[in-house]
């Protein structure tokens, strides 16, 4: 059973920077699929970024394109997420997902992916 440890989650300004990481305990699939979603209390579960092994491929949900940036150490079975002028929209506790290989339409999907993190909370307020 694959475990994913995430962390760097906590508190920050509005306008200020986060890193999230995430590692995989064991290799399970050869050409992976990483990823990070997020989720607030009442709400679905919203994918933000994924990205596939060796970073032969990233997707990014909407509302995080051009703040935030995945990326991946092929060799540690690590996912990082670096998140940019974050804002109060960007408060929610982040899950980590780990999967095999999924062609780029299908990287934002929860069904996507097999395993999946605790989750961490990330918390942007002045």
Avoid: H
């Amino acid at each position: 059973q694959v475990q994913l440890l995430e962390s760097g989650g906590g508190l920050v300004q509005p306008g200020g920077s986060l890193r999230l990481a995430c590692a995989a305990s064991e290799r399970t699939f050869s050409t992976y699929t990483m990823g990070w979603f997020r989720q607030v209390p009442g709400k679905e579960r919203e994918f933000v970024a994924a990205i596939r092994w060796r970073g032969y491929a990233t997707s990014y949900g909407d509302s995080v394109k051009g703040r935030f940036t995945i990326s991946t150490d092929n060799a540690k079975n690590t996912v990082t997420l670096q998140m940019n002028s974050l804002g109060t929209g960007d408060t929610a506790v982040y899950y980590c997902a780990y999967g095999p290989y999924a062609i780029i339409s299908a990287m934002s999907l929860q069904t996507s992916f097999r395993y999946w993190g605790q989750g961490i909370q990330v918390t942007v307020s002045s």
